[in-house]
């Protein structure tokens, strides 16, 4: 079994500056406190400034692993990066691991470990040159540091000595994950960790993922799969236009995604009211069509049927509409 740790090194959580938590209030139970973040991007010459986070409000608990979701140019990378340090906010604030960026740049950004979206790298550098070269910036002294273990767990350790530039694009994103990881920080941050990324490594960055959660990382990351988020997320997050639209845990926003329709196309005049079961409602369509949304948990297509025989309803035609995650996503973040 992989070993994350040095086994003469108990340690059951992460954070090289153990004291950092120490120091944390005892209520406070937040990774992240984002609040009132604002980003606006300075115009160049033929562009526009670009405000590309409006006042974002959003906190993450510690220990989840936690998805950001939202279309290209939601504002995900923006956040993710003035998280991570790389880009400074207009306004806002922003606490990280109980410490406010602001007051201790220093302790937030040893809390927070990011693999950014972007591939950037040293071509001439080793993974393990670059890996030692990263963790001497953070100030991680030589006995804690965890090089071959990193190596290991992100796959690379048969390319530990090999050029950068000889990567592949799928090892060149893995070196960027060891990377985020060489000052054990309580909270990894991946953004599109498996764009690009084929099926066994996307399996391997999820187990591994799942790994450092159950030793107590938390983990939030971005992603435009669905079905992903779905199954790695403990809560979601969707953003959309630098706004915040939803925030649920996935549990409940899987509800709000197992709406289906079931269109009937009468064959008469509908002369008496429908007395539909609660959370249904009906959209009358171009062409007389009816379509009733209802949710799968809570009602049965059955159901609908029944009430619309009570109404004297003949059916002509019917069909079910089930919207894909895809789609779901699309009506949440297209109506703003
Ligand atoms: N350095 C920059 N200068 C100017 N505008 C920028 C800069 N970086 C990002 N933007 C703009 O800010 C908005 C948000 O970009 P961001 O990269 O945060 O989106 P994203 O949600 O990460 O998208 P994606 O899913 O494509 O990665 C976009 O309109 C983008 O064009
Ligand atoms: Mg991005």
Not at 149 to 161: F, H, R
Not at 193 to 205: C, F, K, S, Y
């Amino acid at each position: 079994m992989l070993r994350l740790y040095k086994a003469r090194k108990p340690r059951p959580e992460f954070g090289l500056h153990s004291s950092n938590r120490e120091r944390r209030g005892k209520l406070e139970q937040q990774a992240i406190e984002v609040t009132g973040l604002r980003k606006t991007y300075a115009g160049g010459k033929k562009q526009e400034p670009k405000e590309a986070l409006k006042g974002l409000d959003l906190s993450i608990p510690e220990g989840s692993i936690f998805g950001l979701l939202g279309p290209n140019g939601a504002g995900k990378s923006t956040l993710i990066n003035i998280l991570a340090g790389l880009v400074k906010k207009t306004d806002g604030r922003v606490v990280i691991w109980g410490f406010d960026q602001d007051v201790n740049p220093r302790q937030s950004r040893a809390a927070i470990g990011v693999m950014p979206q972007e591939l950037n790298m040293d071509p001439f550098f080793t993974p393990r040159a670059a890996l030692e070269m990263q963790a001497g910036l953070y100030g991680v002294p030589k006995s804690e540091r965890w090089t071959d273990e990193i190596l290991e767990l992100v796959g690379l350790s048969d390319k530990a000595e090999a050029y950068a530039r000889n990567l592949s694009g799928g090892m060149k994103r893995r070196l960027l994950l060891a990377k985020a990881l060489v000052h054990r920080p309580q909270i990894l941050v991946l953004d599109e960790p498996t764009a690009g990324v084929d099926i066994e490594l996307r399996a391997m960055l999820w187990r591994n993922v799942r790994k450092l959660n159950e030793q107590g990382m938390t983990i939030i990351l971005t992603t435009h799969y669905l079905e992903e988020a779905e199954e790695m997320c403990d809560e979601i997050a969707i953003i959309n236009n630098g706004e915040l639209i939803v925030r649920d845990t996935t549990p409940n926003l899987l509800k709000r995604m197992d709406r289906k329709a079931l269109v009937v196309e009468p064959r008469n005049e509908v002369s008496q009211e429908i007395r539909l079961p609660e959370g249904v409602t009906l959209e009358t369509r171009p062409g007389g069509q009816m379509a009733f949304s209802y949710s799968r948990t809570d009602t049965s297509a059955e159901d609908i049927l029944d009430a619309l025989r009570a109404a004297d309803v003949e059916i002509r035609d019917i069909a079910s509409e089930q919207p894909g995650l895809e789609e779901v996503f699309v009506s949440l973040t297209s109506n703003r």
